[in-house]
């Protein structure tokens, strides 16, 4: 049997999207809801989805299905499907029979006055500063799915990371479909620094990490609190998408073409010792063989620390979806393959400098760390001998696995 008033969570896309799920689970809580010891057996499962592009929508479908399944079976009273998915596609509840609820993404911003649960555990966290996106990227379905650039309150961000530092996190991840124009919505109007440098007044060993930076937006502001801020952690996430004129204009990125440019030379002559990651997209349309060739180039050239590649997906609705010249599927995966072999050759290069080198980790879990050049989720992470979960350690990295090491701590 079931346990009344409980609720299971699935749990997918961005860490955006996270956020939205854990305050509205924060408040199912103090509801008098509790979260389901068995995630397959519960009074309401909740299905928060991503819509982004087709590989998310079908991760999507499929967890839907397979709650639904689990309805049937009797080991869920109801099925809430909540997130990206039926914001974009408001009239696809009858696709799901049996779903008892389709609700898209939050229209306000929501404030406890304490975050209600955290997914990510006790030494870490994301911390989500606007809502939707000013951008109109002619491959990006966000714009349609999240609305219009929406920054936080000031006095909301800062309680919340207040309250985050001093119940045991250790890292407080900053999120937003751009963070760089935090503020520029507010009366009187801020810049994302001033929020930044507000939090590094806050008591505490802790670091501030700034993830996503258009690249035509980061500014000298910006730049000084990461090389003086006792918290900043030495990370700039910048993702590029090309690296071509032409492409970049097609994708509807021409303001960032003179920045992406020159982008990972002068980061690194700005913050010395800076961590850069990016994000590439191959297969957009007016994406040649000769084009595609200068990117790899390119990417050669700057030597990014961390790189993500994926191959675009063509979204209804966008300015892309209807454009000519798109490489086939097998071209532009095929791309992204080359794009990620090349990233992988450079990181067994760059990796195997770091061994036998100390370096400052946060342990986010038993025998797991990060160190401040791995953002979560996507740049890999250090295995070690300590159990600690939320505290800092001097670990000495021993051996490379993929994109991890394997390490052991010198002191804490």
């Known amino acids: 049997m079931k346990d009344a008033r409980t609720v299971a969570l699935v749990s997918l896309g961005c860490s955006k999207n996270a956020v939205d799920l854990q305050l509205r689970a924060g408040r199912m809580i103090k509801e008098g809801y509790a979260l389901s010891a068995d995630p397959d057996r519960a009074d309401i499962c909740i299905v928060n989805t991503c819509a982004f592009i087709e590989s998310a929508r079908e991760e999507a479908e499929s967890e839907i299905v397979r709650a639904l399944e689990l309805k049937a079976r009797g080991q869920y009273s109801k099925v809430v499907v909540t997130g990206c998915y039926p914001k974009r596609y408001p009239k696809l509840k009858g696709k799901f029979p049996g779903v ?48 219009k650039y929406r920054s ?117 002559e700005l913050v010395p010792g800076v961590t850069l990651r990016t994000t590439i997209m191959t297969g957009f349309p007016g994406e040649t063989e000769a084009r595609f060739n200068i990117l790899l180039s390119d990417l050669r050239r700057m030597q990014f620390d961390h790189l993500g590649c994926f191959a675009y997906s063509p979204e209804e609705g966008t300015k892309g979806y209807r454009m000519a010249g798109r490489p086939s599927r097998k071209l532009a995966e095929a791309r992204e393959k080359a794009v990620m072999g090349q990233a992988q050759a450079l990181w067994s290069v760059k990796s195997k400098r770091m061994l036998g080198k100390e370096f400052k980790a946060l342990v986010v879990a038993p025998g797991v760390a ?25 670990v000495t990295l021993d051996k490379v696995k993929g994109f991890d090491f394997e390490g052991h701590t010198v002191r804490q």
């Open 370 to 394: 990060r160190m401040e050049s791995q953002a979560p989720d996507v740049d890999g992470v250090v295995y070690l001998d300590s159990d600690e979960v939320g505290e800092f350690v001097t």
């Open 100 to 147: 008892d609820g389709w609700e898209g993404v939050p229209e306000k911003w929501e404030e406890p006055a304490v975050p209600g649960l955290r997914f990510t555990g006790k030494a870490f966290a994301y911390l989500k500063i606007a809502e939707g996106c000013a951008h109109r990227c002619a491959y990006c379905a966000i714009p349609k799915i999240r609305g």
């Open 152 to 268: 936080r309150p000031l006095d909301s961000i800062l309680r919340e990371a207040k309250t985050l530092v001093d119940t045991g996190c250790r890292e407080l991840n900053i999120v937003a479909q751009d963070p760089m124009l935090y503020g520029c919505d507010l009366k009187p109007r801020l810049r994302l620094e001033d929020l930044l440098w507000k939090l590094d007044e806050i008591e505490g060993d802790f670091w501030v990490r700034v993830l996503y930076s258009y690249p035509s937006e980061i500014t000298g502001g910006f730049i000084d609190w990461m090389v003086s801020s006792r918290h900043a952690a030495k990370y700039i996430d910048v993702p590029l998408q090309h690296t071509v004129p032409e492409v970049l204009e097609r994708m509807g990125r021409k303001s960032a073409i003179d920045a992406t440019r020159n982008a990972a030379d002068l980061l690194r």
